[in-house]
Structure formats: C-alpha cells, structure tokens
C-alpha cells in the first residue's frame, strides 16, 4: 500500500524558510517521480515542483523558481521542498503526490498518489 506522509508545515512570516518532508512507502523508488503541489483558498490545486527519483532531475513552477528547491533522500525514502523568501501568496496546503514514470510532470491528473496536505500559512 503506497503511503505519503507531509510534515512541515506551519506559522512562517515573510521572507522566512520552511523545509516541508513527505517520508513515502510501498513505492519502487526507483520507476517514480515526485511532486509538491499546493491548494490555495478558492484556487484551483497548481504544481510547485518536481523531482525524478531515479537521475534527480527537477522542475519548478515560475513563481517559485529561485526561491524553492525539491531535493530527495533515497536512504529515507523522503524528500523534501526548502522554500526560502516566503510572500503571502504562498498561503496554501502543500500536497506531496507520487506518479510512475521517469519525467517530471506537472498536471495533477499524472499523479496517482496523493498526501494528505500540510498547511503553509504566511504572514505579512
């Protein structure tokens, strides 16, 4: 059974970091990519980032680029997304989500496995 698991999340002001965590079971690692999305109130679930498990590979959505960064533990089968310089408008629940495959993608419907969320509320 495929389980993942966020923790993280929490109170941040403005221009603070936050490093959020999705420990995953019941994968082959080494067949699937990992995503963080994230769900802002009255907004549509949107992609933040992306990693390969296998070479690493990333990807991230323009408006964290250069503030964000998805990286993986392959020994804790975790990984992680360090957001840094966080605005308001990084209010959201982030999501882990986990899809086989060697690309990153970005649409939600390529995911087949979902977290439960952690709330990421930023203050001004």
């Known amino acids: 059974q495929v389980q993942l698991v966020e923790s993280g999340g929490g109170l941040v002001q403005a221009g603070g970091s936050l490093r959020l965590s999705c420990a995953a079971s019941?994968?082959?690692?080494?067949?699937?990519?990992m995503g963080w999305f994230r769900q802002a109130p009255g907004k549509e679930r949107e992609f933040v980032a992306g990693?390969?498990?296998?070479?690493?590979?990333?990807d991230y959505a323009d408006s964290v680029k250069g503030r964000f960064t998805i990286s993986r533990d392959s020994a804790k089968n975790t990984i992680y997304l360090q957001m840094n310089n966080l605005k308001p408008e990084d209010t959201a629940v982030y999501y882990c989500?986990?899809?086989?495959?060697?690309?990153?993608?970005?649409?939600?419907?390529?995911?087949?496995?979902w977290g439960q969320g952690t709330q990421v509320p930023v203050s001004s």
């Open positions: 989500a986990a899809r086989s495959g060697y690309l990153v993608a970005t649409a939600q419907y390529e995911y087949n496995y």
């Open positions: 019941g994968l082959t690692f080494s067949i699937y990519t």
């Open positions: 990693i390969s498990w296998r070479r690493g590979r990333t």
